[in-house]
């Protein structure tokens, strides 16, 4: 999940530090509003965790910087919630367990000091009777990156076009989940915040990035997979019951090369979401070219009805102004290489393409979704812009869908 790096970033002439706009005006508080951006996007903060990685990544950091939401006059709702969790688990304590919450900060993931891989939100709390109980928490509701909320946003949405979602946010049917590259775990923790019937899969392969998002970034490490399918813990302790609730058991994050994965694997994913930029920038040429082992053997692991497919990219060629990301070259190739192989390979399939823009960064969202039948572009178009309002009341999320569904939409040919 990558950021670019400053020297890459093209800011329009309006000031970047500005609120998403919306036409619901009872929207929740996003806390990973762009606005709050010049808070984690400075090298002012302290590292917390540094290391090197022997798998592309070179130096991998954690900076944590100040949060200034939410306010600290709200932290004892969080901390009541805390001590309520705790009683329900241990009923028949003697003893009344109040936490106390120390702060929140952001906490950016980073390659070599310069790229800035991911963001999250992160809660630091304590036992009071314990005072050495620290725990991280990251705040699965609040996305910091605007790339994450376009995918997240044309991802649902197309996929809800072709199946029953509801079904699963009410957690009546199970949503199978990948997502390959792990980050700081953003993505991943939030659709399963938001999704109940959702079973979520990662794949990272740098365990360097797996230990920085667990120790320093406040995801659940109860989610960490053995090679042969157990949990590196048998059992998750009490301070996870406590804050997770459940999110933790429907996490599975693996140590392992997506081409390896993707091959051995029998699951049927109703939804996949890639995004592996390594520390040079780069998106592993295996993970698109047509004619790879990974390529097909993911046609055969998406969902033939409804099979959702959400890539990352970075534009090849910089923002100019106002105007949105032109299709360079690279870009072209990655969107017709995924049509290809999860489309037009399979008679029996069919399906749409297309690529929207995220606001602020040099990203695009590659959507490949199966089941669409028959319509027109100015059909399937209103279908997106209707389903996008339903997918947002329905997960309450607190940035519009419809904004991300509608910048720069273009079909691949």
């Given at each position: 999940?990558?950021?670019?790096?400053?020297?890459?970033l093209?800011?329009?002439?309006?000031?970047?530090?500005?609120?998403?706009?919306?036409?619901?005006?009872?929207?929740?508080?996003?806390?990973?509003?762009?606005?709050?951006?010049?808070?984690?996007?400075?090298?002012?903060?302290?590292?917390?965790?540094?290391?090197?990685?022997?798998?592309?990544?070179?130096?991998?950091s954690?900076?944590?910087?100040?949060?200034?939401?939410?306010?600290?006059?709200?932290w004892?709702?969080?901390?009541?919630w805390?001590?309520?969790?705790?009683?329900?688990?241990?009923?028949?304590?003697?003893?009344n367990?109040?936490f106390?919450?120390?702060g929140?900060?952001?906490?950016?993931?980073?390659?070599?000091?310069?790229?800035?891989?991911?963001?999250?939100?992160v809660?630091?709390a304590?036992?009071?009777?314990?005072?050495?109980?620290?725990?991280?928490?990251?705040?699965?509701?609040?996305?910091a990156?605007p790339?994450?909320?376009?995918m997240?946003?044309?991802?649902?949405?197309?996929?809800?076009?072709?199946?029953?979602?509801?079904?699963?946010?009410?957690?009546?049917?199970?949503?199978?989940?990948?997502?390959?590259?792990?980050?700081?775990?953003?993505?991943?923790?939030?659709?399963?915040?938001?999704?109940?019937?959702?079973?979520?899969?990662?794949?990272?392969?740098?365990?360097?990035v797996?230990?920085?998002?667990?120790l320093?970034m406040?995801?659940?490490?109860?989610?960490?997979?053995?090679?042969?399918?157990?949990?590196?813990?048998?059992?998750?302790?009490l301070?996870?019951?406590?804050?997770?609730?459940?999110?933790?058991?429907?996490?599975?994050?693996?140590?392992?090369?997506?081409?390896?994965?993707?091959?051995?694997?029998?699951?049927?994913?109703?939804?996949?979401?890639?995004?592996?930029?390594?520390?040079?920038?780069?998106?592993?040429r295996?993970l698109?070219?047509?004619?790879?082992?990974?390529?097909?053997?993911?046609?055969?692991?998406?969902?033939?009805?409804?099979?959702?497919?959400?890539?990352?990219?970075?534009?090849d060629?910089?923002?100019?102004?106002?105007?949105?990301?032109?299709?360079?070259?690279?870009?072209?190739?990655?969107?017709?290489?995924?049509?290809k192989?999860?489309?037009?390979?399979f008679?029996?399939?069919?399906?749409?393409?297309?690529?929207v823009?995220?606001?602020?960064?040099?990203?695009?969202?590659?959507?490949?979704?199966?089941?669409?039948?028959?319509g027109?572009?100015?059909?399937?178009?209103n279908?997106?812009i209707?389903?996008?309002?339903?997918?947002?009341?329905?997960?309450?999320?607190?940035?519009?869908?419809?904004?991300?569904?509608k910048?720069?939409?273009?079909f691949?040919?």
């Amino acid at each position: 999940m990558l950021i670019l790096n400053r020297s890459r970033l093209k800011l329009s002439s309006i000031k970047h530090l500005r609120r998403l706009t919306t036409s619901n005006p009872r929207r929740i508080e996003d806390e990973g509003d762009w606005f709050y951006s010049s808070e984690w996007w400075d090298d002012n903060g302290n590292t917390v965790f540094r290391s090197v990685s022997d798998k592309g990544n070179g130096v991998v950091s954690v900076v944590a910087s100040h949060a200034s939401r939410p306010n600290e006059s709200q932290w004892y709702k969080t901390e009541n919630w805390l001590g309520q969790r705790y009683a329900e688990l241990r009923p028949r304590s003697e003893q009344n367990v109040s936490f106390r919450i120390l702060g929140y900060q952001w906490r950016t993931l980073r390659f070599n000091d310069v790229t800035r891989q991911s963001t999250a939100k992160v809660m630091t709390a304590y036992n009071e009777s314990d005072p050495g109980s620290i725990f991280l928490m990251q705040q699965a509701h609040c996305l910091a990156v605007p790339y994450l909320k376009s995918m997240i946003s044309a991802g649902l949405t197309s996929l809800s076009c072709n199946c029953d979602m509801l079904s699963s946010v009410y957690g009546k049917t199970s949503m199978k989940v990948l997502c390959i590259g792990h980050g700081g775990g953003s993505l991943p923790l939030f659709l399963a915040c938001k999704i109940p019937g959702a079973m979520i899969d990662i794949v990272e392969i740098d365990p360097v990035v797996i230990s920085a998002s667990t120790l320093a970034m406040g995801f659940p490490s109860y989610s960490i997979m053995k090679k042969h399918g157990e949990r590196s813990h048998s059992k998750p302790n009490l301070i996870d019951k406590v804050i997770w609730n459940g999110i933790h058991e429907r996490l599975f994050l693996y140590e392992a090369d997506a081409e390896q994965f993707i091959t051995e694997s029998t699951n049927i994913y109703d939804m996949v979401f890639v995004d592996a930029y390594d520390g040079d920038d780069i998106f592993p040429r295996k993970l698109w070219d047509p004619d790879s082992i990974f390529l097909k053997a993911l046609g055969e692991r998406v969902h033939p009805e409804h099979g959702t497919v959400v890539v990352n990219l970075h534009s090849d060629i910089d923002i100019v102004g106002e105007s949105l990301l032109p299709m360079g070259k690279y870009v072209s190739q990655v969107c017709k290489a995924y049509k290809k192989v999860l489309l037009d390979d399979f008679e029996s399939i069919s399906g749409l393409a297309f690529t929207v823009h995220a606001p602020w960064v040099c990203n695009a969202s590659l959507v490949v979704s199966r089941g669409f039948r028959n319509g027109t572009c100015d059909t399937v178009l209103n279908t997106l812009i209707s389903k996008s309002l339903e997918v947002e009341n329905t997960l309450n999320l607190p940035f519009s869908c419809l904004q991300y569904i509608k910048r720069g939409l273009m079909f691949v040919d």
